[in-house]
């Protein structure tokens, strides 16, 4: 089962992906082992999503701004194919 970490406040997001399939995590929750997830979605309202500058990890980061979560989806699933 695919792990993705989404912020909090996208639990819209959250939801969906979790009807879908994923296991899903809060973003704050994870933000120590991000790389245990194969996605990370991100609401796009902070560019410091994490609280620090130099985070980095292999899974793919999503920015759902002026996304729908079917939107979110789909690029989830391109980016994990």
């Known amino acids: 089962m695919k792990r993705v970490a989404v912020e909090k406040s996208l639990g819209n997001v959250r939801n969906y992906l979790k009807e879908k399939g994923f296991t ?38 999503i920015n759902a701004r002026g996304m729908d979560v079917e939107d979110v989806y789909k690029q989830i699933k391109n980016r994990l194919s």
């Open 24 to 61: 899903v995590t809060d973003l704050d929750q994870a933000k120590n082992y991000l790389d245990g997830f194969d996605a990370v979605v991100v609401s796009g309202q902070d560019d410091n999503f994490m609280g620090i500058h130099d985070t980095s990890t292999k899974a793919p980061v």
